[in-house]
């Protein structure tokens, strides 16, 4: 990983679908080059794909919700997290460290879609607890942060 492997992440974390000629021009090099170099980078893992971002307002989906939820799972247990990742209306889930087990990012369309929600993640054994937060305004959304050496 040098300079021009950042400065080609970079470029690409601010558009994805750049073109290779456009990164090749914006680099100062050969096309070929910078494909080649791509291509390193997605067989290493570094890349690990290209996402489009959705405004699930458009879709009816108006509410972006954060759910802290509290589980009777050990340290290390994933059994939760498992059975969270079915329910589509969930677009991330991260497991935590400290007071809350996971942390669930949900977009949903109404109050009623919410509440039919947290009913079915009620029913999944081992959660306890839960804690909701309604997100009013995003001020920053960015999938990956600017990447420095």
Known sequence: ??????????????DARMPNVAL????????????????KLEESGVIQGYDTRIDFRKLGKNMLVLIDLDTDENIGESTVGHELSKFPEIVEILETCGERYYRLKV???????????????????????????????????????????
């Open 1 to 14: 990983m040098d300079n021009t492997d950042l400065r080609i992440l970079n470029l690409l974390r601010n």
């Open 24 to 39: 090749a021009r914006e680099l100062n090099m050969a096309p070929s080059a910078v494909l080649e170099r791509v291509r």
């Open 107 to 149: 977009v949903v369309r109404d109050t009623d879609e919410l509440a039919d929600l947290m009913y079915r993640i009620g029913k999944i054994p081992l959660v306890r607890k839960s804690y909701s937060h309604l997100i009013l305004n995003t001020i920053k959304n960015e999938l990956s942060p600017e990447i420095t050496l």
